[in-house]
Structures are given as C-alpha cells and as structure tokens.
C-alpha cells in the first residue's frame, strides 16, 4: 500500500517534520519565529498548535544559541531539528557548526552522539536583499563530521528530511528556497533512495550535467533543450554533498564521457573543483574533455537585480556542454 | 562591591545570618574532605606542571590558588547535576572522581578527552571559550524537556541542575550572552559559575568589563552573588543556597567567585611579562588551602594526624599519576577515522582504507630490506 500525495516542497518538508514528531518524542523543532508563525516560509505551519510550545519551540534571535542549545539537548538524548531562517545568518552559528557540532562525536571517543538536524533555507534567485541567497555548502562539507544534503523535488524533500532526522550524525539539509512552491508526488510510504546516495534522474549517452538542489530542474531542462541538437545529456542529480557520492557521478562521466558540474555557489573553492578532481582520478582516461564548472562568480552574491546574471542558467550549462564538445582528443 | 566572605584570610571564622547556617550544618568528615580535594589538588597541579616541564605534556593549565572555588561549589551540588566545565576545573574533575590520568589524556595529547561525561556526570574540558555555555543550556532545557513529557525516564527531575563553568575572560564572548538570554527566558536550572581569576592570559578582567562582572546577572532578569573564591566555606555556602533555589524552580543563578591563578595561565606563558610581584604576595597571603587549614586547625576540626594523611595521600597520587600518565596510550588513528560519524561515510572509509595501505607498503620495504633478500 502507498500514499502518494501531489504537494509543493514546503508542504513536504512539512509532513516529514510532522510524521517525525509523531514517532519520536524525542524529536523537537527549534528555531525563529517557527511557532504561531509557522517559520518564515511556512514549513512549520500549524506543527506547533499540534505538539505544542515544548516540541515546537520558538528560540531567542539568536543563531548561535540555536544551535549551542540544540547540541546540548542532543547531548542529552534528543533529536533537535533547528531552523535557521536564512543561508546568510548561517554564520553566526558557525562556530558552534563546526568546532562543536562536527566534533563533539570524535572528541569525545564516540561517546557522545549530537543527532541534530539544520534545516538551512538556501541559494538565489528570489529577488531579496542581502544574506537572503546564499551558497555555503562548500564550508560545511569541508568540516569533517557534518553530513550535508540537498533535495531537489517533494519527494527528495520528505524523505531526506526523515533520514536526517533519524541519523545520528549531524546533518545540514539545504532546502533549495527557490524551489518550495515546486510540487510534485511524495510518496509517504515508500522511501526514496537513501539520502546520501545520487541518483541519475535521467539517462543520456553524449555529456552528463550533475548537480543537485535548485539547479536540478535546470539541469533537466538543459538536458531537453540540447535535444534539439541532437545531443543525449544524462542528469545526476548529487543529493548528498557530504558524504559525496563520486562512484555514481563519475560512473554516469564515464559513460557519457564529458561532464559539467554545476552549482549557484562560486566555482572557486567550491565542491564543482572536488567533483572534477574526484572523477579526473576515477576515470580520467574515459573523458573526453576535462570536466568543467559551472558556478557562482568569486563576490558577494549580487544585488538581486543582478542575480540573473550571477546565477547558472540553462544557457550557461548548455555553454559548458558546448565547451566540452570543443575540446578534442590528442590534438 | 564585597564578595561574600565567612573565612578571614587570618583564618577566622565571622558570623553570618544568611550563610552560616550552611556551614554549621556540616559534619566534621565532610569539613575535612573539603580540605582534602583542595590538597589532592593542589599537589596533582605541581605535579602536572613538573611533567610539562620534562616535556612529558603538551600543555598544562594550573589550577594553583582556584581550588576553593571549585571545591566549595561542587561539594554544594548534587552528584546528579551535569557540570559543564572549561579547561580548568581540575578540583572539580578530581571530587566527580576522574582520574588524574583521565585528566591529562587532554594534555598529554594522546586522547581529546579521557572520561566519559554521563559516568561522572562532568561534560569533557571545552577550549574554545564559552561555547559549552549554550551547551549547557540545552542540556537544562533537556531537563525541563524531561519533566513536560516524561519522554526520557530519569532520576526525579529535581534532582538536576546544570553548572556553567566561565572564565572572566570567557565573559566577554558572545555565546555566554546567548546562553543567558536561553537560561532566562525559559527560566533554565542553571547556575552561571564564573571563577574570576583576574586575567585572560595577560589581559586584566577590567578590559573584560568595567564594572563586577556578577551585575551582569541582573540585565538578564537573574540573581548573581559575589563571593569570594580563596573561602572555601563561603563558596560552598553560596553555591548551596543558590543551588537549592535553582531546584526549587527559580530559574538561573549566577556566582561570581573573586579569586586568583596564582600559576601561569599555562606553562606556555609567562607571568612576569605582565604582572607584579605585589599582585602575586598580594594574594598569595590570601591562599586559600593554607586560610582553611589553620581554621581546622584552630577548631580541632582536623588535627595533625589528619594533614599528615593527607600528605601522604597527595604523595601518593602524584607518583602514581606520574606512573600512568606515562603509560597512557595514545589513540590509534584508525580510531580517530571510525568516530568521525557515528554512521558510514564514504570519504573518511576511503581515506581509512588508503592509509592502511599506504603504510603497508612500507611495511613491506622494511621487511625486505631487513630481509636482505634484494
Ligand atoms: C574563542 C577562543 N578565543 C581565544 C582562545 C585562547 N585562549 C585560551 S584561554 C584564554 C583566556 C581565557 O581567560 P579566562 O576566561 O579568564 O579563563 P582563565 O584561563 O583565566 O581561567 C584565551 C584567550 C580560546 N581558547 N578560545
């Protein structure tokens, strides 16, 4: 038996939070304004009237404090969910992220297990101000201990959510902002592929698009697009940032042999280059081109009115896979 | 402002109607175990700075002149309550029963942490300041968690409150304010312990804050008491009383303990630099194990058979903390990869996997060499 519901993201994430809540005492959601309000994009809507102010819990504006106190509930054998409300006000937090959550784990011999999950808004092209469009995947994925994940669709978004939940590492989940109001079919019964896995969203045989969170519907329809020259582009979609999946990506690199990595976050420093490096050693010698990037440039992300600009597109990714076919063997 | 003080430094004892009753309510045993953990202490503290200067530590951070504040404030609590300490609460680690050895893994650079923190009920030493504030606050707010929903089963509830342990220097940072602002908007059972030493490595505690640092407590809704630190009586009596009403529901507390390293702020500094001899004679004729002892000596409450025990005792634990502290095991590396996550991770197998093979293979030149067989 199966329930599959056609919903939007936000929806989706939301039934996640709701069916987690309902199994486990021990899970608590923590964050600003998450209550009455329902968090500023309405995930949590409606979940604190149902399990109350204690499980559903309106914090102090205080990222830092967010997730300090949320390690320590976790020391103590919950599973807090914190919700920062924006990418940009990550940062506040980071060193609780990364000197305490990421280590707690190792510093203590293993004795101590830190479950909490960061439901972190993220990326561009929503036309806001400052601090509201942000990529900050790469920073997180360098810290040793964290997991960090990405869902692209409502039913990625339910189950990632869940598996954070229930996993006892810490994990980071970039929910793509710019993608909550996408809907699709979540299928509350039967799990999705495991969070920390990719998967190839669709088959292709001249060049392979990976990428993952906003960029994934890009990216599907780059590939469509290059149908009319004639080009079979295959589309992984990464999901996991952390671990990452290289096996799969440079599995569907080898075949199509050409490969484009793209992401909103800037390409310098960012995990396209660890993607890229990954599969060059895997399999270098079945690429016909190098793999290349698309990516953020090196600033601050722009003033909204740019942001078209700044942001990979599908013009850009096919640009790239042009670029690839113009590489040529041996010459 | 005048901290709260029952012992004189000269060693008498002056009434007090709020505090004293504390005292009078101890037996003789437990007077004189008051002394004996600031003793063990005091002697286990020589001993690790001796090491560090073999070069057998990477690090030490003496605790020499702090001991009546940690020692008087644990004994107030209950074993139950969750300490959460900074890196310098050795008398306090050593009267939750951690063993010197457990305590210097950190030092010795073999192990991040040597005990097990729900063993003793004392979280592992935090050295980026402050951050374990908010930790602990969370763990109160487990506890209030506990109470609502009955979800975890635990000893009663009141049973458990939560110690902060600050620096004066550590006051500054924005956590601890954060923390605060989380302990009293939920009316958390915590109890704020700052040991102000009167510097943060080489800075004083008026860059830290102009004014005492225990009137922070009043701009977050709380009560703070300002006590001094080399009394051991009066820390025990202070943090009794507030501990009760932190029990009885009455949200965060906040102890200011005046008191003074009398050490290094480790043995990778040095004091000379920037303080004065007059300072340090200052306070060293406010030293806290020699004020109590000359009470217990005045009061009959410990006599000389008693010290010399205790000496004895402290010799003891020093040789044999000398003993297995340089015995101690350093991690495996291979540990390090395994506790990473708590589940698999791709990445960190991988790297795992290559190191061991990596080193094999030189596992295998060195035979081969020694072999001779090439
Ligand atoms: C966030 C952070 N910044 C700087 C340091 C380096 N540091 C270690 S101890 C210390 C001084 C702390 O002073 P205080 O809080 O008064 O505690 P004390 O060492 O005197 O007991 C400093 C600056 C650190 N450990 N963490």
């Not at chain 2, 430094?9 to 309510?25: F, H, R, S």
């Not at chain 2, 930790?135 to 929903?149: E, K, Y």
């Not at chain 2, 704020?192 to 943060?200: D, L, R, T, V």
């Amino acid at each position: 038996m199966s329930a599959i519901k056609e919903m939007p993201m936000a929806k989706a994430i939301t039934a996640a939070l709701r069916d987690e809540l309902a199994a486990d005492q021990r899970t608590l959601l923590i964050g600003e304004d998450i209550g009455a309000l329902g968090g500023v994009f309405r995930v949590t809507d409606g979940l604190q009237a149902e399990f109350g102010t204690h499980r559903v819990i309106d914090s102090p504006l205080a990222e830092s404090g967010i997730i300090g106190t949320s390690i320590g509930m976790a020391m103590r054998g919950y599973r807090p969910v914190a919700e920062i409300q924006f990418d940009g006000f990550v940062f506040p937090a980071f060193n609780q992220i990364t000197s305490q959550l990421a280590k707690m784990h190792s510093r203590t011999d293993g004795k101590v297990k830190v479950p909490v999950t960061i439901r972190l808004p993220y990326g561009g092209h929503v036309g806001s101000v400052e601090h509201h469009s942000e990529s900050p995947e790469a920073l997180f994925a360098h810290t040793a201990g964290l997991r960090v994940v990405a869902p692209s669709s409502p039913q990625d978004a339910y189950w990632m959510t869940r598996q954070a939940i229930v996993s006892d590492d810490p994990v980071i989940i970039l929910e793509p902002k710019r993608r909550y109001w996408l809907k699709g079919k979540v299928d509350t019964e039967n799990p999705a592929p495991d969070a920390f896995r990719a998967q190839v969203l669709r088959e292709g045989t001249d060049a392979t698009i990976a990428t993952y969170g906003p960029l994934v519907p890009v990216a599907l329809a780059a590939a469509e697009a290059a149908r009319a020259d004639q080009r079979s582009i295959e589309v992984v979609d990464i999901r996991s940032i952390s671990p990452l999946d290289d096996e799969t990506i440079a599995r569907s690199a080898a075949k199509t042999q050409r490969l484009v990595v793209a992401h909103e976050a800037p390409t310098f420093g960012g995990m396209g280059g660890e993607i890229a490096a990954r599969v060059a050693e895997r399999a270098h010698h079945r690429l016909l081109a190098p793999v290349l990037r698309v990516g953020g440039f090196h600033m601050p992300y722009p003033p909204a009115s740019q942001e078209h600009r700044y942001l990979p597109d599908i013009d850009r990714m096919l640009e790239a896979v042009d670029r690839s076919f113009s590489y040529q063997r041996g010459v | 402002m005048q901290p709260i003080q029952l012992l004189a430094p000269d060693g008498k004892l002056a009434e007090n109607e709020v505090y004293g009753p504390y005292i009078a309510k101890l037996s003789g045993e437990e007077l004189r175990e008051l002394y004996r953990y600031m003793a063990m202490e005091r002697r286990l503290d020589a001993e690790a700075t001796s090491l560090q200067r073999q070069g057998q530590l990477a690090l030490w951070a003496p605790a020499l002149g702090q001991e009546a504040a940690q020692v008087g404030t644990i004994a107030a609590l209950k074993s139950s309550d969750m300490v959460f300490p900074t890196y310098r609460e050795h008398a306090m680690a050593l009267y939750r029963g951690i063993a010197p050895e457990e305590l210097l893994t950190t030092f010795r650079a073999t192990r991040h942490s040597g005990w097990d923190p729900r063993q003793h009920n004392f979280q592992v030493y935090t050295l980026v300041l402050a951050a374990q504030t908010l930790h602990a606050a969370g763990w109160a707010m487990g506890i209030q968690q506990d109470q609502r929903t009955g979800s975890i089963p635990r000893d009663r509830a009141e049973d458990e409150i939560v110690v902060a342990c600050i620096g004066d220097g550590a006051t500054s940072q924005g956590d601890v304010h954060e923390s605060m602002v989380f302990a009293s908007s939920y009316e958390l059972p915590m109890l704020y312990f700052i040991q102000n030493n009167h510097w943060a490595i080489s800075v004083p505690t008026r860059t830290q804050s102009r004014g005492p640092l225990v009137n922070r407590a009043q701009g977050y809704g709380f009560e703070g008491v300002r006590v001094d630190g080399n009394d051991v009586l009066a820390s025990y009596a202070v943090a009794t009383k507030l501990s009760a009403e932190i029990r009885a529901g009455k949200g965060p507390k906040l102890i200011e303990s005046v008191t003074y390293r009398m050490g290094a702020h480790t043995t990778a500094d040095d004091p000379t630099k920037y303080r004065s001899n007059e300072e340090l004679e200052l306070w060293e004729g406010r030293d806290p194990i020699r004020r109590y002892r000359s009470w217990l000596d005045s009061t009959g409450e410990a006599d000389q058979a008693y010290f010399e025990q205790v000496d004895a005792e402290s010799k003891d634990l020093a040789s044999d903390m000398r003993k297995s502290v340089l015995a101690l095991e350093p991690i495996d590396i291979e540990r390090v990869f395994d506790t990473v996550y708590s589940e698999p991770h791709r990445q960190v197998e991988a790297e795992k996997a290559w190191l061991k093979d990596y080193e094999a293979g030189f596992a295998e030149e060195t035979t081969t060499e020694a072999g001779g067989t090439r």
